[in-house]
């Protein structure tokens, strides 16, 4: 049972856009930062938003991150088969002292 | 160009000892916190330990409270995770992994699997 909630899949059409919720507490996003990772099929995960809303260069902009109160989104738009992969929130738990996962995301490109 | 490469892995029959290392190179080790995250076959992400730059604090998951120690060896540029009483469950491949500020996993490894049966 992962301390950060994500829901186990979404699909949605080349082209359109998804959007996929990670919700914790106040030990977790509600007072420590949200980074969003992506892990293709067989590869280790990279980097998609830090600090809640924030690219690192050389990802595009289709990809977006959000946050409020104890909840985080990524927003994905113009949808593409190679964005099929699962998708991580990540942050620091203060209570526990500990770094947290949500469960991942399984995004499907139909 | 940053990479993180970990080897030590392998197959260990429950109780039995592992030490995962992680070679680090293109960015300046020192700077940064270093973390171990590990994902089990089919499974998500689980962060295990974490270790600041000079070595002075760290924190673990609880399941591995006591029996995992994290390491690093700064003049080497490397990352240390001595495993002990490994159990079924530990099963997964380990990363380590870069740790920017506010706990941004920056940069990772390959992963090296860690397969604990009898």
Do not use: H
Request: proline share 4%; net charge neutral.
């Amino acid at each position: 049972q992962s301390v950060l909630t994500q829901p186990p899949s979404v699909s949605a059409a080349p082209g359109q856009r998804v959007t996929i919720s990670c919700s914790g507490s106040s030990s977790n996003i509600g007072n420590n930062y949200v980074s969003w990772y992506q892990q293709l099929p067989g590869t280790a995960p990279k980097v998609l938003i830090y600090d809640n809303n924030k690219r690192p260069s050389g990802i595009p902009d289709r990809f977006s991150g959000s946050k409020s109160g104890t909840s985080a989104t990524l927003g994905i738009t113009g949808l593409q088969t190679g964005d099929e992969a699962d998708y991580y929130c990540g942050t620091w738990d203060s209570s526990l002292s500990a770094g947290v996962f949500g469960g991942g995301t399984k995004l499907t490109v139909l | 160009e940053v990479q993180l490469m970990e080897s030590g892995g392998g197959l260990v029959q429950p109780g039995g000892s592992l030490r995962l290392s992680c070679a680090a190179s293109g960015f300046t080790f020192t700077n940064y916190w270093m973390s171990w995250v590990r994902q089990a076959p089919g499974k998500g992400l689980e962060w295990v330990a974490n270790i600041k730059q000079d070595g002075s604090k760290k924190y673990y998951l609880d399941s591995v409270k006591g029996r995992f120690t994290i390491s690093r060896d700064n003049a080497e540029n490397s990352l240390y995770l001595q495993m002990n009483i490994l159990q079924t469950e530990d099963t997964a491949v380990y990363y380590c992994a870069s740790v920017g500020a506010r706990q941004l996993y920056e940069s990772w490894g390959q992963g090296t699997l860690v397969t604990v049966s009898s």
